[in-house]
């Protein structure tokens, strides 16, 4: 399984099927919504309904934890926020999804994994960068799962595996409002192609 999250903030539901599917022939297996999309529960649901038993779906931008209850209402099973929310992150737990909150500081990390969390979701990552990642690893718990999101792409996914990131969020470089399935299609062959090539750069150099 990639590591990627496939982020389609700004997707409408009429929209949300086609594009999704694009992203899941190009072998992402990870979608977000982002909650400040349009009528972002709807697509999630269709998303659900659609491709729940081949594909981890979920919601980005989660604040509260009533969002976490519709969330699961509809069979979403990925919590992804921008903040590191103790309560968020409790509840997501308690009804048995995944939790992926945001964090920047060690701090915030260790708060993160003490109530839960599954990932941790470095946002925005351009403020960390591989070598400041690197360096909040040597003090995390060994094998936790992290992300870059915002500020990390195919021109540097190469630098972040070398630092130990798992993986990463992918939001306008692969879709932006309005995007047609084949143009999706197109720029999620193109991440999934850079992402196994630094991928297998990485495991090279390590032996």
């Known amino acids: 399984m990639r590591e990627?999250?496939?982020?389609l903030r700004g997707v409408t539901p009429k929209d949300v099927?086609?594009?999704a599917e694009a992203v899941l022939?190009?072998?992402i297996s990870t979608i977000e919504v982002p909650l400040n999309?349009?009528?972002?529960f709807e697509s999630i649901e269709r998303l659900v309904i659609a491709f729940?038993?081949?594909a981890n779906i979920g919601a980005g931008t989660v604040l509260s934890e009533s969002d976490v209850g519709r969330l699961h209402d509809i069979g979403g099973k990925l919590v992804v926020s921008p903040d590191c929310n103790p309560k968020v992150i409790a509840k997501t737990k308690a009804l048995k999804m995944l939790s992926f909150p945001g964090v920047l500081t060690p701090t915030e990390c260790f708060q993160a994994l003490q109530f839960g969390a599954d990932g941790l979701k470095f946002f925005p990552s351009s403020l960390?960068?591989?070598s400041g990642l690197a360096s909040i690893l040597a003090v995390l718990p060994k094998g936790q799962k992290t992300y870059a999101v915002g500020g990390a792409?195919?021109?540097d996914f190469q630098d972040w595996f070398a630092a130990g990131v798992t993986g990463f969020g992918i939001g306008t470089a692969l879709y932006r409002p309005g995007d047609n399935a084949d143009s999706v299609r197109s720029a999620a062959q193109s991440i999934v192609r850079s992402y196994d090539n630094a991928r297998q750069?990485?495991?090279d150099l390590m032996r």
């Open 17 to 19: 099927l086609t594009v």
């Open 128 to 130: 960390v960068g591989p």
């Open 153 to 155: 792409g195919p021109d």
């Open 52 to 54: 729940g038993n081949e």
């Open 201 to 203: 750069r990485s495991h």
């Open 25 to 27: 022939e190009s072998g």
């Open 37 to 40: 999309s349009p009528d972002a």
């Open 4 to 7: 990627l999250i496939a982020i």
